[in-house]
């Protein structure tokens, strides 16, 4: 679930673990309606960002307490606790305290602690958060390697589109409480269905213009003079604004004649060398916060701040969106 700040996801996600009551439709899990069962009850695993670990208890302790609330027998629980620990690479952690770890071994255990029962389902509500960017990635693809090994089903919260799109199957992406659209991380990328998801998955450059005429599903969209062939997607027919939505890396620079229907002027405003690209910021079509990345094949680029140059792309590239 992935979404700006205040659009609905952490609530939505503590309406499946049933700390919050919907006022309208049911949560199944498994074919089973959860709206009137507590949370104790639902077999859902949570993991929180800052990992709610007891703190008088050791990492086995902490472990250990959801299966002994649930009844199981010690030699059981033991089991249980040493498998979770090694799922994660602390099986020699057991007896420290959670003030003995890192931020990182922490977020481990909570994870194992919500692993441990074997739960059908796992909640994680920004888990990863408060981590610093190299053991972010490094537990993202440990969460997701987990996911795989167990077959378990994961619902993660975050704000983050990088983590979304390196650990999903499927995103909703949200905004003002609702679900914008819900669909396999590429598809969100190449096929996003409105303006929002466009601009907020990834980079996009924006050109809003005016639907001029529409065969099949190509339309011809005016933006500032300057006719553009785009994808038709989503906007309310000919004589309707409509937002234009085309990716950085799918522009080429100074493209041979021919090659692309849409071609056009442009002066170079900025370069920022970026090691395996540059972006380079143009002014065209009376946009100036147009960008184009510039693949570095050859570690060297030719252009220049105030070249003039030609910009183009195809129309499948460039999807008409709602305004």
């Not at 027998?73 to 979770?84: C, F, G, L």
């Not at 598809?187 to 998955?201: G, H, K, M, S, W």
């Not at 529409?214 to 339309?219: F, Q």
């Not at 972006?279 to 070249?307: L, M, T, Y």
Request: aromatic content about 6%; overall charge negative; glycine content about 10%.
């Amino acid at each position: 679930m992935l979404g700006p700040s205040g659009s609905g996801k952490t609530t939505c996600l503590m309406m499946l673990a049933g700390f919050e009551t919907p006022t309208h439709g049911k949560v199944i899990l498994g074919g089973n309606e959860l709206n009137n069962v507590p949370p104790h009850k639902r077999g859902i695993g949570m993991v929180f960002q800052n990992y709610a670990l007891f703190p008088h208890m050791t990492v086995a302790e902490n472990l250990a307490f959801p299966l002994e609330v649930r009844g199981m027998s010690k030699a059981d629980t033991e089991a249980k606790v040493r498998r979770a620990l090694d799922m994660v690479e602390l099986g020699d952690f057991g007896h420290r305290r959670p003030a003995q770890l890192s931020g990182g071994q922490q977020q481990r255990v909570a994870l194992a602690r919500a692993l441990v029962f074997e739960p059908d389902l796992v909640l994680m509500d920004e888990p990863l958060g408060a981590l610093d960017k190299n053991l972010r990635e490094q537990m993202q693809y440990e969460i997701k390697h987990i996911h795989e090994n167990l077959g378990m089903t994961v619902v993660y919260v975050t704000h983050d589109q990088s983590e979304a799109l390196t650990m999903s199957d499927r995103i909703a992406v949200f905004n003002d409480g609702v679900i914008q659209q819900l669909a396999p991380p590429a598809d969100l990328y190449e096929r996003p269905e409105n303006a929002f998801v466009a601009q907020f998955i990834g980079e996009n450059n924006r050109l809003v213009g005016e639907v001029k005429s529409i065969d099949g599903d190509t339309c011809m969209v005016d933006v500032g003079g300057n006719v553009i062939r785009s994808f038709s997607v989503n906007h309310d027919g000919v004589g309707s604004r409509s937002t234009l939505s085309l990716r950085p890396e799918r522009v080429t620079l100074n493209p041979a004649d021919g090659v692309f229907p849409n071609v056009f002027d442009a002066k170079v405003l900025e370069l920022i060398y970026l090691g395996d690209h540059i972006r380079c910021r143009v002014a065209v079509c009376g946009n100036d916060e147009f960008i184009v990345k510039v693949p570095n094949a050859h570690g060297q680029i030719s252009i220049k701040r105030g070249d003039d140059v030609r910009v183009g792309w195809q129309a499948e590239d460039c999807r008409a969106l709602d305004a």
